[in-house]
């Protein structure tokens, strides 16, 4: 299941990254300036339609930053899963050669 989420978690950082690059002008300055038609406050331009983006802008940065802090506690746990999984096969592989240590002794005994 948390293998599913990875691509998921980067598709979406990906969309953020990608609109907060195609801005062109400055935030918030009214339609065809850069401010896009991001609704009746926006459109007008003026203080309030910078203020909408600067709101915006934070969602998106806050957004961004819970995405990374979940990627990085997936990548955590991931990590951690595995460094566990490798001890477990070292150990195994210890009991099997010591098992067939054992084998080799008897078979050399029964001789």
């Known amino acids: 299941m948390a293998l599913r989420l990875a691509p998921n978690l980067l ?15 400055g935030f918030g300055e009214g339609a065809g300036k850069g401010g896009g038609a991001g609704g ?6 003026g203080s309030f339609g910078k203020m909408e983006a600067a709101h915006e802008e934070e969602y998106f940065r806050k957004l961004r930053e819970k995405q990374l802090k979940e ?13 566990d999984e490798i001890n477990r096969l070292e150990e195994a592989i210890k009991r099997h050669k010591k098992r067939l240590a054992e084998l080799r002794k008897d078979d050399s005994d029964s001789d």
Do not use: P
Request: glycine share 8%; hydrophobic share 30%.
């Open 11 to 25: 598709r979406s950082l990906r969309l953020t990254s990608v609109r907060a690059m195609s801005q062109v002008g």
């Open 40 to 45: 009746s406050i926006r459109d007008a331009g």
């Open 71 to 83: 990627m990085r506690k997936f990548v955590s746990e991931e990590t951690g899963y595995h460094h």
